[in-house]
C-alpha cells in the first residue's frame, strides 16, 4: 500500500525506533520507518529523523546514509543519538567512541533560544542510552543544551538541522514531547493524521489495490483479523471471510465469533475442522511437532474450503513488518509460522497476498476497529495463539483434556471480567499440566489431572511478569474450578516471568 509519508524516520536499529514513529502519529503526523538504504525510494517527506542505534559511526561498516540526498531534501532533519553523531560527522564534526556507555537519566539543560527547545524548562530529566560522543563539532554548528555536567547534548548544526544526544521518544524523557513538537512546528505540512481521515485512505486504498478481484480473508475472531474482515467489508470488495474451527477454540468461541459476524453483517463460512486436527495430533507429544502439524493441517483445510485463491488478505501490522526486517526476534518467527509457510509465500511473490494493516500499531488497528462500530469486547481481547488450546495442553492432547481446559478457562475468565482484572493483564489463561496427582475425594483417594492458571502483564509479548492477584481472589476461582471440573484434583498458579519461562505452556 502506497501511502506517503509526512516524515521519514530513518531506522539505524534503536530499540526505541517504532515509538518514534508513535509519537509522530500522535502528533498528527503520518510517520514511516525506512531503512538507511531505500530512503531513497520513499516518496519525498517534509521532515526527517534520524534514529539511534547500537552500533558506533567510527565503525567501519556503520549504517550510512545518502547525505547529500538527504541534505539536498531542504527539510527539517532531527538526529538522535547515532543519529546526532552521524549528521555531525557528516558536516564535517568529530565523532570519538566514549568509554563506557552512558545509560538511563540526566539533566538536561537548553542553552541560548533554540526554536527546538521552545517552552521548555531550563532543566527537566532526559534518558540517555549512548557511547560515541561528539568532541568537536563542525563549523557553523552551535550547542544548544546541555548535560548537568555541562556536556553539550543538543547541537544545531545549520538552521533546520538539528541532533539531540537524549531519546525524546521515550516517556523518561520527561519533555521530549515538546521537543517533537517544537520539531514539527518546523515542517511545512500541518498535522493530518488521524484515524478518521487513514480510515478514508485505507479504503480507497484497499478499493484500488483490491479491483474488482475477489478477496479471501482467514478469520479467528481475534482483533486483527476481525478489523481486517470489517475494513474489507466496507471497501465494499469481493469478500470471503473464512473460519476453520480447529477443536482447538476455547468454551462457546465458535458461536461467539459466528454471532460477532451476524451483528457485523458480514457472511462468515465457517468450517468444521476439528476431528481433522485432533486426529493429526493424537499421541504426539513433542511440542514443535504438534505445531507443525497444526499449521500444515490449517494450512491444508483454509485453502480446500476457499478453493481458488485469487487474492489473498492477512491481518500483518506494522510491528510485524519492521520486526521480520530488522531482526530475527520471537514476534517475527511466531508470524514466520503463522503468515510465511511456502503456499502463502508463493502467492506474495505473484502478487496476490494484500496486508491492508499492515501501516499500523495495535492500538491504531484497535481505534480503526471502534470507528467500523466492532464491540468492545472483541477489540480488547487477550491474545490467544493460533494453534488454540493445543499449545495450552502439553503432551498429548486429547477430547477429555480439552474439556478440562475449557471449563476451567471459562471460570478464570468470567472471574477476571467480574472483578475488573481482564482488561488490566495482558493474557491469562487455564492450562493443563501433563502430570497426575494423588488428592482426596470424600473419603476416596483420587489420582488426577492438575491446571496452571497464568496471568501476566507484558508490553510486546518478549518479556512478561505474573500477576500478583489478591489472594482471595486466586482463593475464589481455584474452588470454583475444584468444585466444578471434572477430572482434576489441583490448581497451580504459575509465579514464572518470561524469560525464562514463555507465556504459553506447549
Ligand atoms: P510465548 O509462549 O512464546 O508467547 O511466550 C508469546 C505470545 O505469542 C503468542 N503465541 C502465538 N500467537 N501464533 C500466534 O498467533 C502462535 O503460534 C503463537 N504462539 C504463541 C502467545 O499467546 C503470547 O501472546
Known amino acids: 500500500m502506497d501511502i506517503s509519508p509526512q516524515i521519514a524516520v530513518i531506522d539505524f536499529g534503536s530499540q526505541y525506533t517504532q515509538l518514534i514513529v508513535r509519537r509522530l ?12 538504504d531505500n530512503f531513497k525510494q520513499v516518496p519525498v517527506p517534509k521532515g526527517v529523523i ?9 565503525d567501519e561498516d556503520a549504517p550510512d546514509i545518502d547525505f547529500d540526498y538527504l541534505r539536498g531534501l531542504g527539510v527539517p532533519i532531527l538526529g538522535i543519538c547515532y543519529g546526532m553523531q552521524l549528521l555531525n560527522k557528516k558536516h564535517g564534526g568529530r565523532v570519538e567512541p566514549g568509554t563506557t556507555r552512558e545509560y538511563g537519566p540526566a539533566e538536561f539543560r537548553p542553552e541560548g533560544d533554540s526554536v527546538l ?3 521548555m524548562s531550563g532543566s527537566s530529566q532526559i534518558w540517555m542510552s549512548h557511547s560515541d560522543t561528539c568532541t568537536q563539532l563542525p563549523e557553523g554548528a552551535k550547542v544548544i543544551g546541555r548535560n548537568e555536567e555541562g556536556v553539550p547534548v543538543a547541537i544545531q548544526l545549520s538552521e533546520n538541522v538539528f541532533g539531540i544526544q537524549f531519546h525524546p521518544e521515550v516517556t523518561h524523557s520527561h519533555e521530549g514531547k515538546v521537543v517533537i513538537e517544537n520539531f514539527l512546528s518546523l515542517v511545512d505540512d500541518p498535522p493530518r493524521f488521524n484515524m478518521d481521515s487513514f480510515k478514508e485512505i485505507l479504503i480507497n486504498s484497499v478499493r484500488r489495490e483490491v479491483g474488482e478481484r475477489e478477496v479471501v ?3 479467528s475472531g481475534g482483533v486483527d483479523s476481525t478489523v481486517l474482515a470489517v475494513l474489507l467489508d466496507r471497501a465494499g470488495v469481493k469478500l470471503r471471510a473464512i473460519y476453520v474451527d480447529n477443536g482447538l477454540m476455547r468454551m462457546d468461541e465458535t458461536a461467539e465469533v459466528v454471532g460477532q459476524f451476524k451483528k457485523l453483517g458480514i457472511k462468515l463460512e465457517v468450517i468444521d475442522a476439528g476431528s481433522r486436527f485432533l486426529g493429526a495430533i493424537a499421541g504426539i507429544d513433542d511440542p514443535e511437532e504438534k505445531r507443525r502439524r497444526i499449521g500444515n493441517v490449517f494450512v491444508d483445510v483454509f485453502f480446500d474450503a476457499a478453493d481458488h485463491v485469487e487474492l489473498l488478505a492477512q491481518g500483518t501490522l506494522y510491528p510485524d513488518v519492521i520486526e521480520s526486517a530488522t531482526s530475527g526476534s520471537i514476534a517475527s518467527t511466531i508470524k514466520t509460522h ?3 509457510v511456502p503456499r502463502i509465500l508463493e502467492l506474495q511473490e505473484q502478487g496476490r497476498v494484500i496486508e491492508p494493516l499492515a501501516e499500523l500499531f495495535k492500538d491504531e488497528v484497535r481505534a480503526l476497529g471502534e470507528s467500523f462500530g466492532i464491540a468492545r469486547d472483541i477489540l480488547y481481547r487477550h491474545p490467544f495463539p493460533g494453534p488454540g488450546l493445543g499449545v495450552r495442553v502439553p503432551g498429548e492432547v486429547t477430547a477429555a483434556k480439552l474439556k478440562i481446559v475449557r471449563e476451567g478457562d471459562a471460570i478464570f475468565m468470567r472471574h477476571l471480567k467480574e472483578s475488573g482484572w481482564y482488561d488490566k493483564v495482558w493474557q491469562a489463561y487455564c492450562g493443563l499440566l501433563p502430570i497426575k496427582t494423588v488428592g482426596v475425594k470424600g473419603d476416596e483417594r483420587s489420582y488426577e489431572w492438575a491446571v496452571s492458571l497464568r496471568a501476566v502483564t507484558s508490553e510486546d509479548a518478549m518479556t512478561a511478569d505474573w500477576v500478583e492477584f489478591p489472594p482471595e481472589l486466586l482463593r475464589r476461582i481455584s474452588n470454583e474450578i475444584l468444585n466444578n471440573v471434572k477430572g482434576i484434583n489441583r490448581v497451580f498458579y504459575d509465579v514464572s516471568t518470561k524469560p525464562p519461562a514463555s507465556i504459553e505452556l506447549e
Open 25 to 36: 502519529r500522535e502528533a498528527g503526523y503520518f510517520a514511516k520507518l525506512c531503512h538507511p
Open 50 to 58: 534520524l534514529s539511534g542505534g547500537p552500533r558506533s559511526v567510527s
Open 117 to 119: 527547545f521552545d517552552k
Open 217 to 219: 480473508c482467514g478469520v
Open 338 to 340: 503463522h503468515n510465511r
